[in-house]
């Protein structure tokens, strides 16, 4: 685990686990989050054919200075660790979990009632609007690896395809640890936080549509 330490936030990150990250108000609620988690991610392990997922000992290697983003509620600090070369075992591992992933979300975006439940605040994205909210900042996201695909219509199943492949043909690579492109993100970075985006609306969807 590595820890993204914001102003008033903190968010646990699970290092061998991509998208596994919760945000609290301190370390060990944090920490504890990503236990509560464990039985939502294991769908997602398998779906990725990678059986057996358990946190086991939580045991944190980093702690990376967070901010503003952390406190809103999204992991913004790169980690040192993610410098670290990717090999092709890792890049396949990692890019089998962003594929399920994406397909948990879609399978539950097809299930859910349009308006979904609103939050305690009365807020909340219903179905279809947080549907083209994951999709568009994965838009934005892919840009950080030098993928770059113009705005498009979130229905048409055609573009959406075509980005993710991209996606994955760049983030299954072995890398070097170096983002691909200036200004960019390294790969084991990146493929974090698109799951983790894609997780937190799926899981968020699930509680809102019951």
Do not use: N
Request: net charge neutral.
């Amino acid at each position: 685990m590595y820890l993204e330490l914001g102003p008033k936030k903190v968010f646990a990150c699970s290092v061998d686990w991509p998208g596994l990250c919760r945000v609290r108000s301190g370390e060990e609620p944090a920490l504890d989050a990503l236990r509560e988690y464990e039985p939502r991610y294991r769908p997602i392990a398998e779906r990725a054919g990678l059986g057996g997922f358990r946190l086991g000992e939580l045991t944190v290697v980093e702690r990376a200075r967070g901010g503003s983003s952390t406190d809103f509620g999204a992991p913004g600090a790169i980690p040192e660790l993610d410098a670290a070369p990717v090999g092709a075992e890792e890049a396949g591992r990692a890019v089998a979990l962003m594929r399920a992933a994406w397909a948990a979300f879609a399978e539950a975006a097809a299930e859910s009632p349009a308006e979904l439940r609103k939050g305690p605040r009365g807020g909340g994205r219903d179905r279809d609007k947080m549907v083209a909210h994951v999709v568009e900042a994965e838009r934005s996201y892919a840009r950080k690896v030098g993928v770059r695909h113009r705005p498009f219509d979130v229905a048409d199943p055609g573009p959406l395809a075509a980005l993710r492949d991209e996606l994955v043909e760049v983030l299954g690579r072995p890398s070097d640890g170096a983002p691909p492109v200036e200004r960019g993100w390294p790969a084991r970075y990146a493929v974090r936080r698109i799951v983790w985006h894609v997780l937190d609306h799926l899981w968020e969807m699930q509680d809102r549509a019951s």
